[in-house]
């Protein structure tokens, strides 16, 4: 059978970044363009700078991928491209690049999920085992996917409000911890012990997450202890924070385990990377007695790899469009 090559390109946010990944599994070279240092000076991404900024890197980093994959277009079988979820200016400078090279070089063009690709991050360490069990966690979203087979996606639960990266960058921002936060509060967390009192989030029978009020929690702790004149001990507000939160992830997330009877379970997300989650739901897993999977971490941000990886698969269950392909913020995972 034929080697199939795809080109992957990712700007949902503030990563611009290109991949050649062959036959879903294995990838070739991933270029990725990061912002950071750009908006953190912010506190966090500004959508305008960060479209701005992918048109700037946009070609050079095909380029760049393709130079160092030491391939040509010639031999990329289909173009594939995330259209969304994500800030709109920023995914309309990717879908326009790959537009444009689906016409010059008369590829296949294949629209890409965004959380789709985060959940196939993990194909490229080990392929994938259905049915299955995804634990999505990003600074836009909280979710958990059942899968019975490729391309096949059921939310069974998801975030009412706040995602949990969300909420991580906006506890760092409360106690002062530089953009991107989440990362910082991940390692304070080993740091401290859990000696301030918060409420569990949304601690019911459903799949549903919420984190909104968790985080007005520690604002208002915050808040509390500075009119008392009491110092706030970082380490140990980021300790009961962390623990909090991998609490309740880790209860539904065993609830749901046991409920559709997986034997497969995986992790996607930029929260993905979170040492303190990581530790706790492979415990889990351990005494459920499944197999776990999480993505290395370059593939928990985003990045073009994954999008290659879920575009073979579309590409070749013939999930391809037209040039009218459009950018959406917003669209379900289906």
Known sequence: MKDVYILGIESSCDE???????NGVEEMYTVISTQIDIHKEF??????????????NITMVIEET??????????????????GPGLIGSLLVGVEAAKTLSFIYNKPLVPVH????HIYANNLVKRLTFPLLALVVSGGHTELVFMDKDNSYKVIG???????????????RIVNVPYPGGPTIDKMAYLGKHSYKLPMPLNDNSYNFSFSGLKSAVINLVHNEKQ???????????????????????????????DYKVKNFIMAGGVAANRGLR??????????????????????????AMVASLGYYNF???RISDLSLNSKSSIELS
Do not use: W
């Not at 975030?159 to 906006?170: F, I, N, Q, R, S």
């Not at 008392?228 to 992830?249: C, M, P, R």
């Not at 739901?281 to 073009?304: G, H, Q, R, V």
């Open 43 to 56: 506190g966090g991404v500004v959508p305008e700078i960060a479209s701005r900024q992918h048109v700037k």
């Open 316 to 318: 070749i269950e013939g």
């Open 16 to 22: 611009t970044s290109c991949s050649i990944v062959k």
């Open 279 to 304: 530790e706790s739901l492979e415990k889990l897993c351990i005494e459920e007695n499944i197999s776990c999977s999480f993505p290395e971490m370059k593939y928990c941000t985003d990045n073009a």
């Open 228 to 258: 008392k004149g009491n110092d706030i001990i970082i380490e140990d507000l980021a300790t009961s924070f962390q623990e909090t939160v991998v609490e309740i992830i880790t209860k539904k997330t065993k609830r749901a385990i046991e």
């Open 114 to 117: 965004h959380i789709g690709g």
């Open 66 to 83: 393709l130079n160092m994959a030491k391939m040509t277009m010639a031999e990329i079988d289909a173009i594939a491209v995330v259209n």
């Open 158 to 172: 998801s975030t009412l409000d706040d995602a949990v990266g969300e909420c991580y960058d906006k506890v760092a």
